[in-house]
C-alpha cells in the first residue's frame, strides 16, 4: 500500500493560557475525531508546535482525497463541533484566505 504525505501550517492565537489549554485537548482528542480521521484513510498524523506556530505532518493511503475528507467532516456534526472548538484556540495564518485554517506546505527539499 502506498503512503502519500502532507505537511501543513497554522498559528495558535499568542496566549500561553490557550496554547495549554490546546495542547490538553490534543492529549484526548476525542474518540469520534479520531475515528473521522482514520476512515478518511489518514494513516498517521503528528502535529508539533513551537511558540504559536503548528506543524502538521499527515501520512495518507491511496483512498484519501482532500474532496472525500472535507465532504465527510461537513456531513459530521461532531467533527463541526471539535472544528469550532478549536477555532477558538486557532488563528489564520497571515496569508490565508477568509475560511482557510490549516494551510498546505510546499516540499522544498528532500535528502
Not at 505537511?7 to 495542547?23: G, P, V
Not at 463541533?81 to 484556540?89: A, D, P, R, V
Request: aromatic letters at 14%; proline letters at 2%; hydrophobic letters at 40%.
Amino acid at each position: 500500500m502506498t503512503t502519500q504525505r502532507f505537511c501543513f501550517a497554522l498559528d495558535l492565537k499568542n496566549d500561553s493560557s490557550l496554547i495549554r489549554q490546546y495542547e490538553e485537548y490534543h492529549r484526548s482528542v476525542w474518540p469520534e475525531i479520531l475515528t473521522s480521521i482514520r476512515a478518511a484513510g489518514i494513516e498517521s498524523m503528528q502535529i508539533y508546535r513551537i511558540e504559536n506556530r503548528l506543524f502538521m505532518i499527515m501520512e495518507v493511503n491511496e483512498e484519501f482525497s482532500f474532496e472525500s475528507k472535507s465532504a465527510s467532516d461537513a456531513a459530521n456534526q461532531k467533527v463541526q463541533e471539535w472544528e469550532q472548538l478549536m477555532w477558538k484556540f486557532q488563528q489564520a495564518l497571515p496569508w490565508a484566505k477568509r475560511g482557510e485554517k490549516w494551510m498546505l506546505m510546499e516540499k522544498i527539499f528532500q535528502l
